[in-house]
C-alpha cells in the first residue's frame, strides 16, 4: 500500500492504471485509499482526508448542539 502512494504523482496515472492492484490483496475493498491514491493523486488523496475532517467537525458540532440542549433540559 505504501508503494502505490508513493507511485503516485500529483494527478497520479489516471483511472485504471494501477501498477500495484495486482501486489495488493483485496485491493477493491481493504486498499481502495492505496489504489485510489495511485491513480488519482494527491487530489484524491487530500479531497479524501478534507472530506473525513469535514465529517468529524460536522459530528462534532452536532453533538456539541445536543450537548447544550440536554444540559437545558436538566
Known sequence: ATMAIAL??????????????DYLPQAYSDFIFAIGAEELGIVFSV????????FFILSAL?????????LFLL
Not at 503516485?8 to 492492484?21: C, F, T
Not at 479531497?47 to 469535514?54: V, W
Not at 452536532?62 to 440536554?70: D, G, P, T, V
Open 62 to 70: 452536532f453533538f456539541y448542539s445536543f450537548k447544550i440542549l440536554f
Open 8 to 21: 503516485s504523482n500529483v494527478i497520479g496515472r489516471g483511472h485504471g492504471n494501477s501498477v500495484e492492484r
Open 47 to 54: 479531497g479524501t482526508l478534507l472530506l473525513f475532517l469535514a
